[in-house]
């Protein structure tokens, strides 16, 4: 398991407080970064995907960007991934999908 607290303590330490604004861009920011080495993994959907060591990397900054939206929500993560899944398997079990249906 992840220990969102090691990226809290990281922030803590470094001094790397700031806004939800700010962590929300950030996040979005990296998702980009994930973008951009699956098509350069894909060549631009050409071939088949390569795993690179980029992706790897780009994950997992997204991961730091999200625990870190997180603390500054005073969001438990693994609370709402748990509320997610409960989520998704009761829509599953109604409707065969997970998709919000709307």
Do not use: W
């Not at 922030?11 to 996040?27: F, K, N, S």
């Not at 951009?36 to 995907?49: N, R």
């Amino acid at each position: 398991m992840i220990d969102e607290k090691r990226v809290y303590t990281f922030i803590d330490d470094h001094t790397l407080r700031c806004g939800a604004e700010a962590r929300y861009i950030d996040l979005v920011s990296e998702i980009g970064e994930v973008g951009k080495e699956l098509l350069k993994g894909t060549d631009y959907h050409s071939k088949e995907l390569h795993l690179s060591d980029a992706m790897k990397s780009e994950i997992g900054d997204c991961l730091f960007s999200l625990f870190a939206l997180c603390q500054v929500l005073q969001i438990d993560p693994e609370e709402a991934l748990a509320n997610a899944l409960a989520k998704y398997k009761k829509r599953f079990e109604q409707r065969g999908s997970i998709g919000s249906g709307k």
